[in-house]
């Protein structure tokens, strides 16, 4: 498997453009995340989806912020208008995932990375 | 709610030196322990993971021990290298929120010969 596929790998843009990021997860995981790294706040959570469905986006910074999954291999992350805050290391990625149930298998709460979109916001 | 504290870098090492990297926790119940390790330009990879109380973890001679009574999970590595200057981070997730990570800030590691 060729793991977590991140695109744009770099993005350059300007104050109100609209960006977007795109993932595709590992085949049969059914999970899949988006992280933002900056050196201020570290690696924060923005949203997660179980089988497609958004289960928590309670670290979507604003509304300006949206994501979409719409099948299980693929997943947008959305910046509409962009702000050089947004500036950061956006990463995806994605695990064998949660049947709701306590998996304390070899593959449980793994997540694997994608090697991460670098965007930058003049 | 939970969280994870890790101590602060960067951490610099000679080549063969004994490395410790501190990680506490704050969770209810019984998470999930893991540590990430970041080279620069790549993404997270996982280093190694433990799912219970006293379970220790341990891969390419790095270890970590799982300890409820003091909520910690140290990473340690009895004789460094070069080649493992990176950014450690420690996380943790519980069975009831989806599998979610809640990470650490981080530690820099570097490793001079």
């Known amino acids: 498997d060729a793991g977590v596929i991140q695109s744009p790998r770099h993005e350059v843009t300007e104050m109100g453009q609209e960006v977007t990021l795109r993932c595709k997860p590992i085949s049969g995981h059914n999970s899949l995340f988006w992280y933002r790294q900056t050196m201020m706040r570290g690696l924060e959570l923005l949203i997660y989806f179980n089988n497609n469905v958004p289960i928590d986006d309670s670290g979507m910074p604003e509304d300006r912020f949206s994501a979409k999954m719409p099948n299980a291999s693929f997943s947008t992350l959305k910046i509409q208008p962009s702000e050089p805050r947004d500036s950061a290391v956006y990463f995806c990625a994605s695990s064998l995932g949660w049947g709701g149930r306590r998996d304390r298998g070899p593959g449980a709460n793994v997540l694997t990375f994608g090697a991460g979109s670098r965007l930058t916001v003049l | 709610g939970n969280s994870v504290t890790q101590m602060e870098g960067p951490v610099t090492l000679s080549e063969e030196a004994f490395l410790t990297i501190n990680c506490t926790y704050t969770a209810t119940g019984y998470p999930s322990l893991f540590w990430y390790v970041q080279y620069p330009g790549e993404g997270l990879q996982l280093l190694l993971k433990?799912?219970?109380?006293?379970d220790k973890g341990s891969n390419k001679g790095f270890e970590a021990t799982y300890r409820k009574e003091t909520t910690s999970f140290h990473l340690e590595k009895g004789s460094v290298q070069v080649s493992d200057s990176a950014v450690y981070f420690c996380a943790l997730s519980q069975d009831n929120q989806g599998g979610k990570l809640i990470f650490g800030q981080g530690t820099e590691l570097s490793v001079k010969p």
């Open positions: 433990a799912t219970k109380a006293d």
